[in-house]
């Protein structure tokens, strides 16, 4: 009798798994000869940097696809709140199942989707097309924003390939090139401050720099690092964006004030920021190298100009240098026509104090000072540079 009833105990929990509904059920569009695997992976970030990071995320379960192209998932991974997981498929010779590709959002292999609890999700996708292809029957709100922000994420890389297939020396179009970065990164953190949604959100300033670069960008992901911590303070994800965020992580914000700065000049003297501003209207502060092609076009082409135009009415330029070799420094100056600014160096190459003070790690930058040392603006280039001093020393 003690068999016989173990027997049924087991019967039932057997009946009851294979009646068990899928939470997670789709159709994948798989060509004959494809060098894509029939599986699909269910992956979760647990922190805020592994939302787009390759191999950090944790790998929850998998399905197999069958010969329709069907699969499912039956076992909910049993959160109790919404969480952001990674569906994830892989091409035959890959070993991790984790594996993300951020190339292209047209071909990449993941879709972020927001799970929530007792929800059913039916998905549908070409699996060569993962992510563009991507559909759900009747999203929630949450996953509408991601669907949402990966066709503005879409539309936005499409303008920044057309902007770098116009780009002919990678060189003397660096500053170019970086400017349709931008702009392709600042869709995304438009699409953040616009949504409701935390989840898409925090998809969107990950999807911005997948590297967790935002040197270019600070002042935009500053502002919404504070943004969600006064919605979401207690979430873990937005205490993370907060603390990389945190403005001794970033390069000087636009809107503060920078007092205390050093200046090893050319001549052997040293110079602090208040002595080189002396009564000056706006400060070009330029952080540039000899070995720096765009910079040293900037000095011929759009430094010497301004300088010529403006200097007599309280318009300075003091240009910081990384440079190791005192004699490449020299003859770039000189070359240039940089010589009528001030110019100053540790001749310690990239890595030096001035650059640790500033938080920067990228070349060129500049910072617009105002007569009190608060920053302008910065990183304006070419034409943006020239109009915007052009403008301010029209108006003081």
Not at 174 to 202: G, V
Not at 271 to 282: A, C, F, P
Not at 297 to 324: D, T
Not at 355 to 368: G, V, W
Request: charged letters at 25%; aromatic letters at 10%; glycine letters at 4%.
């Amino acid at each position: 009798m003690k068999y016989l009833f173990r027997v049924s105990i087991l019967l039932v929990f057997f009946l009851m798994s294979c009646s068990q509904e899928a939470w997670l059920t789709g159709t994948l569009n798989i060509p004959d000869g494809t060098d894509w695997k029939p599986m699909v992976y269910l992956v979760q970030p647990e922190r805020f940097n592994e939302i787009a990071q390759s191999f950090t995320a944790k790998v929850l379960d998998s399905a197999k696809v069958n010969g329709n192209g069907q699969f499912q998932f039956v076992n909910s991974p049993g959160f109790q709140e919404s969480v952001l997981l990674k569906v994830v498929v892989q091409r035959k010779n890959e070993k991790f199942p984790n594996r993300l590709i951020n190339q292209n959002p047209e071909t990449d292999n993941y879709f972020p989707l927001v799970y929530e609890p007792n929800a059913k999700i039916k998905i549908d996708a070409d699996i060569a097309n993962f992510q563009s292809s991507f559909s759900l029957e009747q999203p929630s709100q949450a996953n509408k924003a991601m669907l949402q922000l990966r066709d503005q994420r879409m539309a936005a890389f499409k303008k920044y390939l057309k902007g770098k297939a116009s780009e002919q020396n990678f060189d003397d179009n660096l500053l170019e090139r970086e400017k349709n970065l931008r702009s392709y990164q600042e869709e995304l953190i438009h699409f953040s401050d616009s949504t409701e949604e935390l989840l898409p959100a925090l998809m969107a300033l990950r999807w911005a720099s997948p590297e967790g670069d935002y040197e270019r960008i600070a002042e935009s992901v500053y502002a919404q690092a504070q943004k969600w911590n006064a919605i979401f303070p207690e979430h873990d994800w937005v205490r993370e964006l907060v603390s990389v965020t945190d403005k001794g992580e970033l390069p000087i914000l636009t809107g503060d004030t920078i007092t205390d700065l050093q200046f090893p000049m050319k001549n052997g003297e040293d110079v602090s920021l208040q002595e080189v501003i002396n009564g000056k209207k706006l400060i070009l502060l330029d952080v540039w190298a000899s070995w720096c092609a765009p910079c040293r076009i900037e000095n011929r082409e759009v430094l010497v100009p301004l300088w010529e135009k403006h200097h007599a009415n309280g318009f300075q330029i003091i240009a910081y240098g990384l440079e190791s070799s005192e004699k490449a420094w020299s003859n770039a100056i000189e070359k240039d026509g940089a010589y009528r600014w001030l110019h100053a160096s540790h001749l310690q190459g990239d890595k030096n104090p001035f650059m640790d003070a500033l938080r920067l790690n990228t070349i060129p930058a500049n910072f617009l000072l105002d007569d009190e040392g608060r920053v302008l603006t910065k990183n304006l280039h070419g034409t943006d540079l020239v109009d915007f001093v052009d403008d301010y020393m029209v108006r003081q």
